[in-house]
Nanobody, 124 residues
């Protein structure tokens, strides 16, 4: 079992930065792949970024590549999403998810563990 709690969201202006954090509890955190998704009002949940269990590999959606950076600290059982140059289209609820395969998937249906989400709103 893995329990996930996100934080760090807020209201910012276009061009600003935010760092999201997702703290996990569970004895096997270090073996899980960790992924960030987001969901804007009226839209489906979409993949943002993922990192493997070691933090040695990562993957980004084209829309955030070069602006967002995912990282994890297994000692603190936390995964981060550093977001820079934020745009109004980044406005969404951001969720982290954990996958026991160690790498995860870009598909939200592949995940059994989810956090409650944190709201990010970017004004123009």
């Amino acid at each position: 079992q893995v329990h996930l709690v996100e934080s760090g969201g807020g209201l910012v202006q276009a061009g600003d930065s935010l760092r999201l954090a997702c703290v996990a509890s569970g004895r096997t955190f270090e073996t899980y792949g960790l992924t960030w998704f987001r969901q804007a009002p009226g839209k489906e949940r979409e993949f943002v970024s993922r990192t493997n269990w070691r933090g040695s590999s990562d993957d980004y959606a084209e829309s955030v590549k070069g602006r967002f950076t995912i990282s994890r600290d297994n000692a603190k059982t936390t995964v981060f999403l550093q977001m820079t140059d934020l745009k109004p289209e980044d406005t969404a609820v951001y969720y982290c998810a954990a996958d026991s395969t160690g790498w995860g998937s870009r598909l939200s249906t592949a995940y059994e563990y989810w956090g409650q989400g944190t709201q990010v709103t970017v004004s123009s």
